[in-house]
């Protein structure tokens, strides 16, 4: 006696890779109303379909399958992918840019939204400055030299500084005396990071400080106030204002430490200790 044919539980017993089997779904589940997409079990079957077809796409760019099965169930509720020829291909192009997004979201440190315009996806993905295999004294200018101005004597155009340990020093002492004066060592590491590795891409500290004195989004993601980030940009970088040229307000921090001033000499200067205790994130939001 011929055995009852047993339905495969898979995609493929149910049709779902053929387009007009899934065509005829997603209408149905659409005229249904939303609520049938939590109760219908063809709706979990497909979905379930979805994160094993996508599996391969998404452990590729680092995620979880559900996670394109996900980005599957946006895009197959859209009258598009009902209207296609293929709905499979739209669907399937759908997970394919969302993963690109996800992955470049992951690697920029941003949203996927923004990961998705060219504007931010040109960019390399977020490293730490720690991080770099070559000191940035090879090949950056601005640990070397004052960019903003020189001295009469001329005594800032020769200084050099060989190898990494006097720059990641310098990063570790001015974190510590931001620390020192009130600032959160997050908070404090974390904005320090982010100032040295413009610096880096930039081909001066007056450049450096400009970009970052106009970038909201970094300012956003580090969670300071406008005021505290522009003073932190002049402790740090130096204050591009012309009659403080060759001063150690004009020079920076990172410069300061960089020539040869310890940091027990940038504890005992009065004017930045100041400085950086008003830049304290705490202490500008509690300002009226």
Same mark, same amino acid.
Not at 150 to 157: F, I, R, S, T, Y
Not at 201 to 214: D, F, K, M, P, T
Not at 229 to 235: G, P
């Given at each position: ?83 296609? !020829? ?16 996800? !992955? ?46 020189? !001295? ?62 106009? !970038? ?73």
């Amino acid at each position: 006696m011929p055995q009852p044919h047993t339905p495969r539980r898979d995609g493929r017993g149910r049709g779902f890779e053929n387009s007009e089997r899934l065509r005829e779904l997603l209408t149905r589940l659409n005229t249904a109303g939303p609520d049938a997409w939590r109760t219908d079990p063809d709706a979990a079957a497909l979905m379930r379909h979805a994160a094993d077809k996508y599996a391969a796409l998404a452990r590729k760019h680092g995620l979880d399958p559900w996670e394109a099965a996900t980005a599957a169930f946006e895009a197959m509720r859209t009258p598009s992918v009902r209207r296609a !020829d293929d709905p499979w291909a739209v669907i399937t192009r759908a997970v394919q840019i969302t993963c690109i997004a996800e !992955d470049r979201a992951n690697g920029l440190l941003c949203s996927v939204h923004q990961a998705r315009r060219p504007r931010y996806s040109s960019f390399h993905d977020a490293e730490r400055f720690s991080d770099r295999e070559n000191p940035l004294t090879d090949y950056h200018p601005a640990f070397r030299a004052d960019p903003f101005a020189h !001295d009469d004597d001329g005594a800032d155009d020769e200084v050099e500084v060989s190898g990494s340990t006097g720059v990641e020093s310098a990063v570790e002492d001015t974190i510590a005396l931001l620390c020192w004066y009130g600032w959160e060592p997050e908070v404090a590491r974390a904005a320090v990071e982010c100032i040295c590795a413009r610096l880096a891409e930039s081909v001066s500290r007056a450049g450096a400080y400009e970009s970052l004195r106009r !970038d909201r989004h970094a300012r956003a993601l580090l969670d300071i106030p406008a005021p505290s980030w522009y003073r932190l940009l002049r402790i740090i970088l130096g204050a591009p204002d012309v009659h403080l040229a060759g001063t150690n307000a004009g020079r920076g921090v990172l410069l300061r430490l960089l020539i040869g001033d310890s940091l027990r000499h940038l504890f005992n200067d009065a004017d930045l200790k100041v400085a950086i205790t008003i830049a304290a994130p705490g202490v500008m939001r509690g300002r009226p």
